[in-house]
């Protein structure tokens, strides 16, 4: 594992170039906005994904939803143009995994990547044994995020001091696990899929089922396979999303966001009322849209996503949240 840094929208380093064939511009006039989804391959960090697409879309608005690992696989957000906006949001998802789990051994990152340390006393726990620790991870529960990890104490990542040597103690947050199925088990070899909430680490999953079995345990494999409702087969490779771009093809392979975001209500406005909105103004309602509660799809008369827009729960407005202007159009800071 050993992470290797970013953060969730990773729009502010890295800026200094197209590679070989040319430079990359702020805002080019034909920009890409919207959202893709990347089939990562094991090795490189979630950055150097976003590093990649910048190459390839020949501009610099470009981040991702939410880390994977170097060795992990799979699906990984990608958001372009004015969606960059988005990617706080799309990140919040439930995510679905596909782990294989080696007990019999620890690590010291809890996964291939580090240090790892045969059980030379552990023993094949039986089924019985595993379905009944693996039933205790189910829920809401609260997981303590691995040594080798992002996340900062006294303003130093953690991975960072782990490597020095230092001891990290970080606190247990609160996570929920929907679903753990385990597709095969043959000792020392565990494969389960996983459905969990974000924040959740599947290394610290594997690390912590180890520990229940007196067996010790570490993340062998990762693959994240979903992602809100997108799926992997939903997923470009770079040598697929290169070739699209050479095609002038990328359009095609855009999730729309009413699409991804479909678990919020959609609110259409006139032309008048979306001026006033993507002005940073407020826009009287006659009716909020069913179901609203707090964020909703701000929408266009010809259903073209046009931002995010908050209903505070007695009011009869909707407030700009987040403005998508179309091309050519100034943006209006709203609250972010």
């Not at 019985?128 to 303003?155: C, D, N």
């Not at 909020?288 to 908050?310: I, S």
Request: glycine residues 10%; aromatic residues 6%; charged residues 20%.
């Amino acid at each position: 594992m050993v992470f290797m840094g970013g953060n969730m929208s990773d729009l502010q380093d890295d800026m200094n170039g197209a590679g070989a064939g040319g430079t990359l511009s702020a805002r080019t006039c034909h920009e890409v906005t919207g959202i893709l989804a990347v089939d990562k391959c094991s090795g490189p960090t979630s950055h150097d994904v976003v590093r990649s697409v910048r190459r390839i879309l020949r501009q610099r608005r470009v981040g991702h939803c939410g880390t994977l690992d170097p060795a992990a696989t799979g699906l990984l957000l990608i958001c372009a143009g004015r969606y960059t906006r988005l990617a706080d949001l799309l990140s919040n998802a439930d995510k679905d995994y596909q782990a294989t789990i080696q007990l019999g051994a620890t690590s010291d990152t809890y996964d291939g990547d580090g240090q790892v340390i045969p059980q030379t006393d552990a023993k094949d726990p039986g089924t019985e044994r595993l379905y009944a620790a693996i039933s205790r991870f189910r829920g809401r529960i609260m997981q303590v995020p691995p040594p080798f990890s992002a996340i900062r104490t006294h303003g130093v990542r953690s991975y960072v001091r782990a490597r020095r040597g230092e001891s990290v103690s970080l606190e247990a947050r609160s996570i929920t696990v929907h679903a753990i199925e385990v597709v095969d088990y043959h000792y020392p070899f565990l494969c389960i899929r996983v459905r969990c909430s974000k924040g959740t680490y599947i290394r610290s999953l594997a690390h912590d089922l180890g520990q229940c079995l007196g067996t010790g345990g570490y993340l062998r494999a990762l693959r994240r396979t979903r992602v809100g409702r997108i799926v992997e087969s939903q997923a470009l490779t770079l040598e697929e999303l290169q070739e699209a771009s050479g095609r002038h093809a990328v359009h095609e392979h855009l999730i729309p966001a009413t699409w991804a975001l479909d678990g919020f209500p959609q609110l259409t406005l006139a032309e008048a009322e979306l001026t006033a909105f993507t002005q940073g103004r407020a826009v009287a309602l006659e009716a909020p849209p069913e179901g609203a509660a707090d964020l909703c799809l701000v929408l266009d008369r010809n259903g073209a996503f046009r931002g995010l827009g908050m209903i505070p729960e007695t009011s009869d407005k909707v407030l700009p949240r987040k403005v998508i202007v179309p091309a050519g159009e100034p943006a209006v800071p709203t609250g972010d």
